[in-house]
């Protein structure tokens, strides 16, 4: 029971400054992380409910009706499936890796081990690019919503607002943040799930009033909207819905128990690809014409949902204000979990020479005050879209999210085939493995090729007729992804590493648990068959 008094010990000095690292045991057993100094306070069903539900913000309910308008629900099936395979591959390589290094900067550190350093901060900034972006994004939809609903205060002062509550939430701690991710990603979900309910019961013809509608809108206006094009179009568009799957690894430094914990949400990740990707595509196109002129022109966020145009379809007006209050809570949500992963991302690099050293800095509760609070001053850039000469570069800023996510992407499978490739050159195999991806090198080699792939073409729709302004959004990260490879490498002399020199050792620990069974699960066996039952799902 020598873990348990670790624990014991180290849950009373919680609050005391972060220990240095010395005894292997006692740091693998600590509250406070002794290398990033962040609380481990992260439950497994927290972590588990963040892969299922997390990140799920106005991109999927409102976004969607973009996608679903410029490529019909065929195309939107097709996008929402094919890029859930390159994020389930992608997926399987994170898995592998967070499992075994569930400590210090996630996916950004191990590409500077196993790859170079230069090409870690490469990857950290880009990863930086995605969640500032997101963020402004999020801002901006909740300050919309809240001006839909009554104009009386400027949409600036709402934004004033609502970046002072968060800010104040977020230095409540990683707890916290993980409790409050719990329920907002349940309430999500049960809000899907109500709306496949009624998606059924519409179509089938048992709302009263309406008529049953079946598969009327595959065939007027039809399965797709511009050909192949559109296919495309919608391809690229899905792609930027997935972002965040990957933020489970983030996260894993912050959690009590990610031996256990990680691969659980790598598992979650099928199943919200398959019920929350998947479900919205094949429910959004059954129910809703994608020649609905409220797609694109609807006056507020709400009225571009595939969601509040089946609503309204089906004889409910008031429906709109229902469906603003769901990308409300969906918005919290994102907004949260955005100044989390950015504040995270930023804390890392700091703490590993690839950004300004102050915010690599937490206090004895193990919040990163800096990092927090610069992350959050990004969410200053979604006051530019108020200014009509400010909103088209707003635009252009928010679209950087998109190849970002493919570099990101990429960069995480290289990682992966690197390590693998390291791992058997110092003589290991893949059994000693806590979590094997699955089809190794197949699934590996995939998720790099399709996503430099798509890194290459997600601004084809540029060329004809060209637009100058959309092609360097498109294609400007790609150059500066090299451009910070290159400076970086030059001014730190860094080196790429050899196989039988990547570190293998370093940020391993076990889970915070006794010798016996994890501490949420002590006692599992006296509860209740309810309450087991609820564990399970």
Excluded at 7 to 29: C, L, M, N, Q, T
Excluded at 68 to 81: E, R, T
Excluded at 292 to 315: I, K
């Amino acid at each position: 029971m020598d873990n348990l008094k670790y624990v014991e010990e180290d849950e009373e000095r919680a609050g005391a400054s972060p220990p240095r690292k010395g005894d292997v045991d006692g740091d693998d057993f600590r509250v406070i992380d002794p290398e990033s100094g962040v609380k481990r306070g992260l439950k497994t069903r927290h972590l588990s409910m963040m892969a299922l539900a997390g990140i799920i913000g106005p991109g999927l309910l409102v976004g969607s009706g973009s996608a679903l308008a410029g490529g019909g629900p065929a195309s939107l099936i097709i996008g929402f499936g094919l890029v859930g395979i390159i994020a389930f591959s992608v997926m399987q390589s994170i898995g592998e890796l967070t499992t075994l290094y569930p400590s210090g900067g996630a996916f950004i550190q191990l590409a500077s081990r196993m790859v170079d350093p230069a090409f870690g901060v490469a990857v950290g900034w880009n990863y930086f690019i995605i969640w500032f972006t997101v963020l402004a994004n999020e801002y901006n939809a909740v300050s919309s919503i809240l001006v839909f609903w009554s104009d009386k205060v400027p949409i600036w002062g709402y934004f004033l607002l609502l970046w002072t509550a968060f800010l104040l939430f977020q230095l409540c701690g990683v707890s916290t943040f993980g409790e409050a991710e719990f329920w907002l990603a349940l309430i999500k979900l049960v809000g899907l799930v109500a709306f496949y309910i009624f998606a059924i019961i519409y179509v089938s013809g048992g709302v009263i009033g309406a008529d049953a509608i079946g598969f009327r809108y595959w065939h007027d206006p039809g399965p797709f909207a511009d050909g192949f094009r559109g296919v495309a179009k919608v391809f690229v568009f899905c792609s930027t819905f997935y972002a965040g799957v990957e933020s489970v690894a983030v996260a894993a430094t912050e959690t009590k128990n990610p031996g256990v914990a990680v691969p659980l949400a790598i598992r979650q990740v099928f199943w919200r690809i398959l019920f929350v990707y998947m479900g919205a595509a094949f429910f959004f196109g059954l129910t809703c014409p994608s020649n609905s002129d409220q797609l694109l022109n609807g006056p507020s966020r709400a009225l571009q949902s595939p969601m509040t145009v089946a609503l309204q379809n089906a004889g409910w007006q008031g429906g709109v204000h229902l469906i603003n209050a769901f990308i409300l809570i969906t918005c919290v949500s994102a907004i949260n979990s955005s100044i989390y992963i950015a504040s995270r991302t930023l804390l890392f690099m700091a703490q590993q020479r690839m950004a300004p050293a102050v915010l690599g800095w937490t206090d004895r509760r193990g919040v990163p005050i800096p990092a927090i609070v610069v992350a959050n001053t990004f969410g200053a850039l979604s006051m530019m879209n108020v200014s009509t000469g400010a909103a088209r570069a707003y635009g252009y800023i928010v679209n950087l999210s998109g190849v970002s996510t493919f570099i990101v992407w990429g960069a995480i499978s290289f990682t992966h085939i690197r390590f693998r490739r390291a791992w058997k050159s110092q003589g290991h195999s893949a059994a000693e493995l806590p979590f094997a991806s699955l089809w190794y090198p197949w699934n590996a080699y995939f998720g790099l090729g399709s996503n430099v792939f798509l890194a290459l073409v997600q601004g084809w729709s540029y060329f004809s007729p060209f637009d100058v302004g959309g092609f360097i959004d498109a294609y400007i990260l790609l150059p500066l992804f090299f451009i910070i490879f290159v400076g970086y490498k030059v001014i730190f002399k860094t080196k790429f590493w050899g196989l039988a020199e990547v570190d293998l050792h370093s940020g391993r620990r076990r889970d915070l648990k006794d010798a016996n069974e994890v501490a949420e699960a002590e006692g599992a066996a006296a509860q209740p068959w309810w309450r087991r039952l609820w564990n399970v799902i």
